[in-house]
C-alpha cells in the first residue's frame, strides 16, 4: 500500500534554511506526480510545490525563489529545501502523491498555475514547520 513519510521539520529563526524529506514506498515512485502543501492554523490547506515523472515544476507565488521541490528516484524519496524562511511559511507541510499531475478544468495548467493542480489521492501525516 501507499505510505508517504515526512520528516525535517522544525522550529528555526526568520531568514533561516529547512529541507524537508518524504520517503514514498508501495508504489512506483519515478512514475508518480508528487507535491508538498502546507496548512497553518486557521487556513485552508495550499500547494506549496510539485514535481511531475518528469521533472516539470511549480510553485506557489510566495515561494518562488525561496523554495525547491526535487526528488531522487533511487531512494524513493521527495525533498523539499526551504530557504529565507518567513514567519507566514509557519505550517504543517505535507507530502501527496498520486498516479498523474492532472489540471482541473479547462484553461491554465497546472504547471503554469499550482492552483490548477487537481487533488492528489495518497497524503502523508505532515511534519510541523515553525519560523519566528
Same mark, same amino acid.
Given at each position: 500500500?501507499?505510505?508517504?513519510?515526512?520528516?525535517?521539520?522544525?522550529?528555526?529563526? #526568520?531568514?533561516g534554511s529547512?529541507?524537508?524529506s518524504?520517503a514514498?514506498?508501495?508504489?512506483?515512485?519515478?512514475?508518480?506526480?508528487m507535491?508538498?502543501?502546507?496548512?497553518?492554523p486557521?487556513?485552508?490547506?495550499?500547494?506549496?510545490?510539485?514535481? &511531475?515523472?518528469? /521533472?516539470?515544476?511549480?510553485?506557489? &507565488?510566495?515561494?518562488?525563489?525561496?523554495?525547491?521541490?526535487?526528488?531522487d528516484? #533511487?531512494?524513493?524519496?521527495?525533498?523539499?529545501?526551504?530557504?529565507?524562511l518567513?514567519?507566514?511559511?509557519?505550517?504543517m507541510?505535507?507530502?501527496?502523491?498520486d498516479?498523474?499531475c492532472?489540471?482541473?478544468?479547462?484553461?491554465?495548467?497546472?504547471?503554469?498555475?499550482?492552483?490548477?493542480?487537481?487533488?492528489?489521492?495518497?497524503? /502523508?501525516?505532515?511534519?510541523q514547520?515553525?519560523?519566528?
Open positions: 500500500h501507499v505510505q508517504l513519510v515526512e520528516s525535517g521539520g522544525n522550529s528555526v529563526e #526568520a531568514g529547512l529541507t524537508l518524504c514514498a514506498s508501495g508504489f512506483a515512485f519515478d512514475t508518480w506526480c507535491a508538498w502543501l502546507r496548512q497553518a486557521g487556513k485552508e490547506r495550499e500547494g506549496v510545490a510539485v514535481i &511531475d515523472s518528469v /521533472g516539470r515544476t511549480s510553485y506557489t &507565488d510566495s515561494v518562488k525563489g525561496r523554495f525547491i521541490i526535487s526528488k528516484n #533511487a531512494k524513493n524519496t521527495l525533498y523539499l529545501q526551504m530557504n529565507t518567513k514567519p507566514e511559511d509557519t505550517a507541510y505535507y507530502c501527496a502523491a498516479r498523474a492532472r489540471t482541473v478544468g479547462y484553461g491554465r495548467s497546472w504547471i503554469d498555475d499550482i492552483r490548477r493542480l487537481a487533488r492528489l489521492t495518497y497524503w /502523508g501525516q505532515g511534519t514547520v515553525t519560523v519566528s
